[in-house]
């Protein structure tokens, strides 16, 4: 009897693995697409207003205005700083998030591979 209910217990157990892992896996791949259109975001706002300043200093080179010609030759260049930033920035963060889903889904996995580790400590170490 105890044989038996143990077998349950495994098996309850794998089927639990087995689903954290599709979750798991469905997450990280909601959170690719998260990152890839916040990154197609960020890239259009780029694009814009670096259209939109480029715009600017042609129209005031054209009215002679060179006072903001170089306001918006300013804005242009605080724009590239901000994306270059914003870019790199977001590279890092989704590379942690990664390692950080790693490490769990290997706990999980090791901690379902054994019938009898019935409670385990969360976050794993």
């Not at 890239?43 to 005031?60: E, K, L």
């Not at 914003?86 to 590279?91: A, F, I, L, P, R």
Request: glycine residues 2%; charged residues 25%; hydrophobic residues 30%.
């Amino acid at each position: 009897m105890v044989k038996a209910e143990a077998e349950s217990l495994a098996n309850s157990v794998k089927r639990t693995s087995n689903l954290s892992e599709r979750v798991s896996r469905k997450v990280r791949e909601l959170d690719t697409a998260q990152s890839r259109i916040n990154g197609t975001l960020e890239s259009i706002d780029y694009i814009v207003n670096r259209t939109n300043a480029v715009d600017g200093v042609q129209q005031a080179l054209q009215t002679e205005d060179y006072e903001a010609a170089a306001q918006y030759v300013n804005t242009l260049l605080q724009s590239e700083d901000k994306y270059g930033k914003v870019h790199q920035d977001s590279s890092i963060k989704q590379s942690e998030q990664q390692s950080r889903v790693s490490k769990r889904t290997s706990c999980l996995t090791d901690h379902a591979s054994c019938c009898c580790h019935i409670s385990f400590a969360w976050p794993c170490p």
